[in-house]
């Protein structure tokens, strides 16, 4: 038996039936027109779907495996890795944030693979967040990963948030976790001088 079909109801292609917009992409629309701009105009009508696609990139970033350890027989010695730039997303404000991010350990047993802190600073930072939340969520996830208690982690951020907006003055915010052995003020300044001076502020004038 047939069925009629509505000539007004379009046929979809399953290509074109895959490809719904995304809802941040309304979102981006509205947005541009409550700026006064029009979002069908050329170098805006491709900008909803651009903006909608870099915030999910942003937010849904898998920075792979991160647990890649091996044996260690010191449990005295200083890791330091230093370097590590991260952009992250002030929640107060949705503006990026930069970091400098600098994690120190000492090993108790196992070393965690080099380009893990980096890893665990991009997992971190991908997401709406604090500075300070920031530095603690990385402290949590290295000392999870290496089993030691011994942790310290140094952020230095620029926020656009204040750059850009408010006083709109550039300035660099600091924010330290120590943790265990790092709350020895002989430790911490073996620490921090394992930093390149770039990293510290130290440098010559």
Known sequence: MGHDVDASTPFLTPKAAQRQPDPLERIARE???????????????????RWARWWREFTTYEPGSLETVFES????????????????????????FSCNVTIGYRPQGQVLGLSKFARIAHQHAHRLQLQERLTSDIADMVAKLTASADIAVVCRGEHLCMAMRGIRTPATMTTVTWRGAFADPGVRAEFLALQPSSATGTGPH
């Open 31 to 49: 947005l541009l027109l409550e700026l006064g701009e029009d979002p069908e105009r050329e170098g805006l009508s491709g900008t909803p779907a």
């Open 73 to 96: 027989a010191s449990t005295t010695e200083t890791v330091c890795v230093s370097g590590i730039e991260v952009w992250s997303l002030c929640e107060h404000h949705l503006l990026p």
